[in-house]
């Protein structure tokens, strides 16, 4: 959760666009081939109605809501968290290494670049098939899960907003 919202812009410096729509385009289609197979969804216990499968789409809206309120120019100076789901440098350093990019945290705020870093973050460390609570424990956990102190928070609060 994102309490010291600033509005930040890149740093200024030139960037070569035609080699950033070629980055997007191939973490896009890596990702995409790689969570092709994903399955069900697993509620938390007490939910009513689970659906069937992974809603990408609302679950990611549900990350951008309770992280930034959809705002995807966010930084969180204290924890140098960027753009609409608030990622850090380990986690964008583990998901460029899983998607063969060199995303900075300035592209983060580019919500195509943030949803492609969000997805090869969990490509890189969950197993197919995803499930929303996969997906919700290691964004707000990290790799080593739920060690968080607002971890039920955060998820009784994403979990409102998922639909």
Known sequence: MCSEIKYMQPDGNAFDGVIWIVKSALA???LLAATSGLSYASFRAGQANP???LNW???LKAIAAVETGNNPQAVNEREQAYGVYQM????????????GTNFSLYDLQDTRVATSMLRA??????EAPYTVDKVVDLWNGGPTGK???DYKQYVKNLYEEYK
Not at 88 to 99: K, P
Not at 121 to 126: D, K, Q
Request: proline share 3%; glycine share 0%.
């Open 57 to 59: 789409n609302a679950l």
């Open 147 to 149: 060690a968080n102190a």
């Open 51 to 53: 659906p069937r499968t």
């Open 28 to 30: 896009v289609s890596i």
């Open 121 to 126: 973050y969990c490509h890189r460390y969950l």
């Open 88 to 99: 850090r440098n380990l986690a964008l350093i583990d998901a460029n290494h899983s998607a």
